[in-house]
């Protein structure tokens, strides 16, 4: 079946570093990739979606790009704050019911 | 626009007891979906209906959870003869339509923290 991995945290960097949080999926077909944010005390929210290979999705200065040959939608934050700290989801959907797939999650704690 | 609202938010139960956790989704969503997240897990599909039917109830773990939406809106999941590895954060999610594509974002409740003792 469908499976999305994702590298374990947590994750600790300090305030205005690079963040990089790797993804990997196995389906069949051609999925939706998503990356879902988990701020503390707060719900799920979409971070940001990919639909398509080589679609970048990006939102709130992060990003994430299909890669279709490595089946890979690594996400990345070029200078990461205080208020990026959250448990961070790689999902991914196919069309038909678009249930998600969700990866196990990384913790991201970011430090002033 | 008031969001996808789930009660109670915390409910502790007894071995063998049975549960019941409701979801109110977004006005105008038809379809609603069950998650259910273990502690330092992801979540992970329980079941999905489009209107007032159950279009996929692949992920429910055995005949022991079921779900209703009887009139395509408010939905139920109900859990008999509970057992201690039920306890987890039960999450509810619903979108415009859930069908074709594009993708229609799921927007996310709170979710129910069950606690089976």
């Known amino acids: 079946g469908d499976s999305v991995t994702q590298m374990e945290g947590p994750v600790t960097l300090s305030e205005e570093a690079f963040l990089t949080i790797n993804c990997t999926y196995t389906?069949?077909?051609?999925?939706?990739l998503f990356w879902y944010v988990q701020y503390p005390g707060e719900g799920l929210q979409l971070l940001l979606k990919?639909?398509?290979?080589?679609d970048k999705g990006s939102n709130k200065g992060f990003e994430a790009t299909y890669r279709k040959e490595t089946t890979s939608f690594h996400l990345e934050k070029g200078s990461v704050q205080v208020s990026d700290s959250a448990v961070y989801f790689c999902?991914?959907?196919?069309?038909?019911?678009?249930?998600?797939?969700f990866g196990g999650g990384t913790r991201v704690l970011v430090k002033p | 626009g008031a969001g996808v609202s789930q009660t109670p938010s915390n409910k502790v139960t007894e071995k063998g007891k049975y549960v019941e956790l409701r979801c109110d989704p977004i006005?105008?969503?038809?379809?609603l979906y069950w998650y259910r997240q273990s502690l330092g897990q992801g979540p992970e599909f329980l079941i999905y209906?489009?209107?007032?039917?159950?279009?996929?109830d692949s992920g429910l773990p055995n005949d022991r959870f079921f779900a209703v939406r009887p009139e395509g809106s408010v939905s139920t999941l109900k859990i008999q003869r509970t057992e201690r590895g039920d306890s987890a954060v039960y999450l509810c999610?619903?979108?415009?339509?859930?069908?074709?594509?594009?993708?229609?974002?799921?927007?996310f409740g709170p979710g129910t923290r069950l606690t089976v003792l």
């Open positions: 006005s105008g969503h038809t379809a």
């Open positions: 209906f489009q209107g007032t039917g159950a279009a996929d």
């Open positions: 999610a619903s979108s415009f339509s859930g069908s074709g594509s594009p993708y229609n974002e799921q927007f």
């Open positions: 990919a639909t398509k290979a080589d």
């Open positions: 389906a069949t077909g051609y999925p939706s």
């Open positions: 999902a991914l959907s196919k069309a038909a019911g678009n249930k998600l797939t």
